[in-house]
């Protein structure tokens, strides 16, 4: 039996004697110990310039388990050699994932501890300052970490440092174009700062490092079709926002939190393009599900009020009344307006 196999990461390995040992290492082992049956080839990977193991992504559509196998415990040999990075790896069967590894390097190195002490401290609420102080070593160990200056962009974000997230999430930008996080986390701040267009800039980058397997995928398709209608782009934002409400989530993928507000959002963009019939359908949706956290429920009564006016209907009127008791200023003025 065969699996779709995708591989994507970044290891750097700090020194020119450092890259060139685990170069030689790793095609050692890829003739002697695993038959050259691995699903990565190391001219590919191997970057001289960076000294790192760079793989944007790589996807082999009938890989055997064998090498799935020795591709993985390749990549956790080279993990321990590593001093920053990391790699996803994904086994998908008919469209769902079979197996899923996320290899990092652990080894007993300065920048690798303190990278994992920042990061765990990250998620600790109230010990920013720590996590940042952790992360910050792990900076100055090895400067061209580049998912600590990720982390410690998320950490100023949380601070509200954004101009200090900012120069972070472009900092790991700079040493790992393809990794998704910094380009989301920059876009995020960039929405906080009101620059819509900046943001819509990064999402692209954002879906183009992940993959549809990724919540972040969905995402950043969904914060990008935002985006578009900030900017009053109704198409751009149809686009987005098409796929995600087509997608189905799981409980528990942090998306599914998120369902509501995207159909009320896509049938904004179609009603702005008086496609109202569909519009009224994405109202409707959005309103059979029965969570109001992240949408604004006047909003959505609102405009699925003026889609219902819009196509002949009766109806509106209630939607508006209901909209105005939410709190909707403009639901009580086409009120008053009949």
Known sequence: MTYKAIFSGHFEFGT???????????????????????????????D????????????????????????????????????AGSF??????????????????NSDKAAVQAFLQGRELVQEE???????????????KYERHAKAYERRGFVNQ???NYDDAIYDYSKSIDINPNAAEPYLGRALVYIVKEDY?????????????????QPMFWQSRRIKGECHLKLEQWDKAEFELKFVTKRHFNEDD?????????????????????????????????????????????????YRGMTLQQLGKSGFQQAWEEAANYGSERAAELLQAI
């Open 16 to 46: 020119e004697r450092s890259y060139q040992k685990m170069v030689d290492m790793f095609e050692h082992r890829s003739e002697n110990y695993y038959r050259n049956a691995i699903l990565l080839n190391g001219e590919a990977v191997f």
């Open 48 to 83: 001289e310039e960076s000294q790192s193991l760079h793989v944007p992504r790589e996807i082999a559509p009938a890989a055997t388990s064998k090498e799935w196998n020795n591709t993985i415990n390749i990549l956790k040999f080279v993990a321990d050699y590593a001093i």
């Open 88 to 105: 996803s790896a994904w086994m998908v069967n008919e469209g769902k994932v079979v197996k899923h590894f996320v290899i990092e390097p």
């Open 126 to 140: 109230g010990r920013e300052k720590e996590a940042m102080k952790a992360l910050s070593r792990a900076i100055d």
């Open 158 to 160: 949380q601070l509200r």
């Open 197 to 213: 267009a900046a943001a819509a800039a990064d999402l692209v980058y954002a879906i183009k490092g992940s993959i549809p397997l």
């Open 254 to 302: 942090p998306n599914f939190k998120w369902r509501k507000r995207a159909f009320c959002n896509y049938g904004i963009s179609l009603f702005e393009q008086a496609k109202y019939k569909d519009a009224l359908t994405a109202f409707d949706t959005a309103l059979s599900i029965d969570n109001e956290l992240n949408a604004s429920q006047s909003e959505l009564l609102l």
